[in-house]
């Protein structure tokens, strides 16, 4: 089982950026997949970002791909999502997720066991 906590949300101005992480707990933290998903006010969740066990193979969603760059640091038991060129639709809450092994790029919510409690994002015009 692993615990997820993320950080480093808060307020930015259009343009701007912000780096969140997402510390894990437990030993196994290099044998999980990864992900990014956000949930803006009234919309679904939707994902944002993935990362194999050791970043080797990463994938985003296409209103994020050349903004957001994903990163795993396992020595630190850490997941990371560099966010540059904000926008004021980036708005949203942003969790991280984590699942045992990978096979596939994963960007469902039900392909992912545990998730963080989430940060919020707040991108203004």
């Known amino acids: 089982q692993v615990q997820l906590v993320e950080s480093g949300g808060g307020l930015v101005q259009a343009g701007g950026s912000l780096r969140l992480s997402c510390a894990a707990s437990?030993?196994?933290?290099?044998?999980?997949?990864m992900g990014w998903f956000r949930q803006a006010p009234g919309k679904p969740r939707e994902f944002v970002a993935f990362s194999s066990q050791y970043g080797g193979v990463t994938s985003y969603a296409d209103s994020v791909k050349g903004r957001y760059t994903i990163s795993k640091d396992n020595a630190k038991n850490t997941l990371y999502l560099q966010m540059n060129s904000l926008k004021p639709e980036d708005t949203a809450i942003y969790y991280c997720?984590?699942?045992?092994?990978?096979?596939?790029?994963?960007?469902?919510?039900?392909?992912?066991?545990?998730w963080g409690q989430g940060t919020q994002v707040t991108v203004s015009s």
């Open positions: 437990g030993r196994t933290f290099s044998t999980y997949a």
């Open positions: 997720a984590a699942r045992s092994g990978w096979s596939a790029i994963y960007s469902q919510e039900s392909e992912y066991r545990y």
